[in-house]
């Protein structure tokens, strides 16, 4: 395991008051959520732009449970703890925060992210974490897609290739 993981890597209960510090520093920080599974040039170019917008970048990283519930059984291809070990060794990542639920409502009702960003390919106005995120005034912020770079695609390739379709 990297040891940059044991200082991004923290759990909630942790991480509110690491939070509530850089706020009053003024600091802002922006949140970001997804499940990260087979990490690849599209999550990079999203989760650079993400910390653009602000002064810190938490994730909060799907739990194994959760991205099966969320993708299926065989999902996720990478277990939650290598995720978090790739995902730490990111400059651009300050701390990651591990959840079980389908959804970040929780994660973002403790921290209050002053920007929650999403990928391309979602929009705003369907985003059901959206009110929660702007009842306290913060803000959504849509990152546009890098195209044809996906986990689902990468994995349709990878099957092509296996059977020789290509």
Same mark, same amino acid.
């Given at each position: 395991?990297?040891?940059?993981?044991?200082?991004?890597?923290?759990?909630?209960?942790?991480?509110?008051?690491? &939070?509530?510090?850089?706020?009053?520093?003024?600091?802002?920080?922006?949140?970001?959520?997804?499940?990260?599974?087979?990490?690849?040039?599209?999550?990079?170019?999203?989760? $650079?732009?993400?910390?653009?917008?602000?002064?810190?970048?938490? !994730? /909060?990283?799907?739990?194994?449970?959760?991205?099966?519930?969320?993708?299926?059984?065989?999902?996720?291809?990478?277990?939650?703890?290598?995720?978090?070990?790739?995902?730490?060794?990111?400059?651009?990542?300050?701390?990651?925060? !591990?959840?079980?639920?389908?959804?970040?409502?929780?994660? !973002? =009702?403790?921290?209050?992210?002053?920007?929650?960003?999403? /990928?391309?390919?979602?929009?705003?106005?369907?985003?059901? $974490?959206?009110? !929660?995120? =702007?009842?306290?005034?913060?803000? &959504?912020?849509?990152?546009?897609?890098?195209?044809?770079?996906?986990?689902?695609?990468?994995?349709?390739?990878?099957?092509?290739?296996?059977?020789?379709?290509?």
């Amino acid at each position: 395991m990297l040891s940059i993981l044991k200082n991004k890597l923290l759990s909630l209960s942790d991480l509110v008051p690491v &939070v509530q510090n850089r706020k009053a520093e003024g600091e802002k920080l922006v949140f970001t959520n997804g499940c990260f599974d087979l990490i690849h040039v599209g999550h990079l170019r999203y989760l $650079e732009k993400a910390r653009q917008s602000g002064d810190f970048l938490i !994730i /909060g990283l799907n739990s194994d449970m959760s991205v099966r519930n969320l993708k299926g059984e065989g999902r996720p291809f990478v277990t939650e703890m290598e995720r978090a070990e790739v995902l730490s060794a990111l400059v651009f990542v300050d701390y990651i925060v !591990i959840f079980s639920e389908a959804r970040p409502d929780r994660l !973002i =009702e403790s921290l209050k992210p002053h920007i929650h960003v999403k /990928g391309g390919d979602y929009k705003k106005e369907d985003l059901p $974490e959206r009110k !929660i995120v =702007e009842s306290y005034g913060g803000k &959504v912020v849509i990152v546009e897609l890098v195209h044809g770079k996906s986990t689902t695609f990468m994995v349709e390739e990878i099957c092509k290739k296996v059977r020789g379709d290509m």
